[in-house]
């Protein structure tokens, strides 16, 4: 007689950090602010470089939507309170994996004892936080990169032949009226560009693509959901001119507008064929005005390069936002209010401002910290808020001058957002006259 012994499926439930842990600066997927309820010039400074709330769009855990979507006998766990997330870990899973960035690194840890207190045998680890010094002694398992293909063989014994693409909406108040959403698409997972201060390098140096019929598949749901606007999610979108072409037909095919990340060298000279697909509105990283910092960063722009694109994207009604580094080894504190100037010029709708993180998986990590030029070993700190580092021109408090500076007073006028929150600030401070002025008013 022959017996078939089969291996009992693993109990997997993926989680996101709690969403205490998640900072402000960073996506808060689902949170209303409301600037007059703020009681702090601190808190209104935070608020004030949040992407969401500036943008009006919420990031839902995209990577764990995958994983579900391809691994269908998983449990995920979306940005929970640690109640929720205590009272999950107790209904009897054999694995807890956790995504995290490395600024959650201590939280991870923390929800790795509650599971395991709650009798989870194993807790695997994902996302670029698993490149966190000390990480493999925290957890059983961890994977670099995107890990779909790799756990559908572990947890279910399968293989994915082609990643199937799950059906997210967002809403998305900047481009959209209150109650529409938009959908995400993702077109290729990674990116192909090498830029210095950029882990995506590390975390995934090959590209993946989806494939033309899942991506089609997707929107003619969208479509079918009502949907009219996209959130293309890529880390760089267009960086795969005959895939982006095909995926550019299907948009229009489908009436989409559309919004994506990418490059000004992508962009440059193409926004009105883009146009023509219904390319509506851009997040490209501007990351400095400063030539010598784009060269050392190899970022393949130059301040010329941004100025030319922004007024083609303004010219063809594209609305636009960008994200912006303080604190890059070239800058200096009167070269930066310079390069504030420049980019208070340019017609740039959102601006996020990031102080230079040296994160851990980045080689110029190991060379400051051989150096003694790593100040910070709290992982909290490592979420482009704080300064982890010493600059070899500025102080710690310059930077962080600058920094507030910068939030306060590098803004486009059509920001009805951060206007609101600008005045919020002003209302605090002369609410209460013992206050003491913000950086930026020194
Ligand atoms: S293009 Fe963007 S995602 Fe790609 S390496 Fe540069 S900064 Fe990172």
Same mark, same amino acid.
Not at 21 to 36: F, T, W
Not at 39 to 68: D, M, W, Y
Not at 205 to 221: G, V, W
Not at 360 to 387: A, K
């Given at each position: ?45 935070? &608020? ?80 670029? +936080? ?14 670099? +990169? ?62 993946? &693509? ?233």
């Amino acid at each position: 007689m022959d017996f078939i012994v089969k291996k009992k499926r693993k109990k997997v439930l993926l989680s996101t950090v709690p969403m205490p842990e998640i900072s402000m600066v960073n996506q808060v997927p689902g949170r209303k602010i409301d600037p007059a309820k703020i009681t702090s010039v601190e808190e209104c400074i935070k &608020i004030a470089n949040n992407e969401s709330f500036l943008g009006g769009r919420s990031q839902p855990a995209i990577g764990l939507r995958f994983l579900k979507e391809n691994i269908p006998s998983v449990d995920i766990l979306e940005f929970p309170e640690w109640g929720e997330f205590n009272d999950a870990t107790k209904q009897g899973y054999d694995v807890l994996g956790i995504s995290f960035y490395t600024t959650n690194f201590n939280a991870a840890v923390k929800m790795a004892g509650i599971a395991r207190e709650n009798g989870v045998r194993e807790v695997w680890a994902g996302n670029y +936080g698993t490149f966190t010094p000390g990480a493999s002694s925290h957890f059983d398992k961890i994977f670099i +990169g995107y890990p779909d293909r790799e756990l559908k063989s572990l947890i279910e014994n399968e293989k994915i032949d082609a990643i199937r693409h799950p059906i997210i909406t967002t809403p998305f108040s900047s481009v959209l009226p209150a109650g529409e959403e938009a959908g995400y698409l993702f077109t290729i997972k990674g990116c192909r560009f090498k830029c210095e201060f950029c882990c995506t390098k590390i975390f995934s140096p090959d590209i993946d &693509i989806l494939s033309i019929k899942e991506i089609e598949r997707a929107l003619a749901t969208y479509k079918e959901m009502g949907i009219r606007y996209i959130n293309i999610g890529d880390e760089t979108f267009l960086q795969h001119r005959t895939h982006a072409r095909r995926v550019l037909e299907l948009l229009k095919k489908y009436g989409m507008k559309w919004f994506c990340s990418s490059r000004v060298d992508l962009i440059t000279g193409n926004v009105r064929e883009l146009a023509r697909f219904g390319f509506d509105s851009v997040y490209m990283g501007i990351e400095s005005m400063n030539d010598a910092n784009l060269l050392d960063q190899k970022k393949g722009q130059s301040s010329d390069k941004i100025y030319r694109v922004f007024s083609e994207l303004r010219e063809n009604n594209v609305s636009t936002s960008g994200t912006y580094i303080l604190g890059l080894p070239n800058d200096t504190v009167p070269s930066l209010k310079e390069d504030l100037d420049k980019l208070s010029r340019l017609p740039v709708n959102i601006i996020i401002f990031i102080i230079f993180t040296p994160y851990p998986e980045l080689p110029i990590y190991g060379e400051w910290l051989t150096g003694g030029l790593i100040t910070s070993h709290n992982w909290d700190e490592y979420d482009g808020l704080h300064v982890v580092f010493r600059h070899p021109h500025m102080s710690r408090e310059e930077l962080m001058g600058i920094y507030e500076y910068a939030i306060c007073n590098v803004y486009s006028p059509y920001n009805y957002n951060k206007r609101r929150v600008l005045q919020r600030i002003k209302k605090l401070q002369n609410s209460r006259p013992g206050m003491p002025a913000m950086a930026h008013e020194r």
